[in-house]
């Protein structure tokens, strides 16, 4: 079983940043692809941003493109979401995703493991 642990959500003005923190544990992290997904209040859980095992690989949501990066330090077991030019559509619980690192295939990675969910709020 894999826990995954997010931090580093807050309350941020539009045009700011803010960087997710995910740690993981319960199986070797570099046999993990990681991601992240979002779910505003009304709408469905979608994806936003993945990353390979090695971390070589990344694929990101058409909204977010060029605004948020993922990457990860296998040394500390840890993937982060840096997330800049906030804008207030991007308000919602963003959660950590984990599964098998050969099942990675960028959007479409299948994920297994799921955190608690790290509130972002912006603010307009």
């Known amino acids: 079983q894999v826990q995954l642990v997010e931090s580093g959500g807050g309350l941020v003005q539009a045009g700011g940043s803010l960087r997710l923190s995910c740690a993981a544990s319960?199986?070797?992290?570099?046999?993990?692809?990681m991601g992240w997904f979002r779910q505003a209040p009304g709408k469905e859980r979608e994806f936003v941003a993945a990353?390979?095992?090695?971390?070589?690989?990344?694929a990101f949501a058409d909204s977010v493109k060029g605004r948020f990066a993922i990457s990860r330090d296998n040394a500390k077991n840890t993937v982060y979401l840096q997330m800049n030019n906030l804008k207030p559509e991007d308000t919602a619980v963003y959660y950590c995703?984990?599964?098998?690192?050969?099942?990675?295939?960028?959007?479409?990675?299948?994920?297994?493991?799921w955190g608690q969910g790290t509130q972002v709020t912006v603010s307009s």
């Open positions: 990353i390979s095992g090695s971390g070589i690989s990344t």
């Open positions: 319960g199986r070797t992290f570099t046999n993990l692809a």
């Open positions: 995703a984990a599964g098998r690192a050969d099942y990675y295939s960028g959007v479409n990675t299948r994920f297994q493991y």
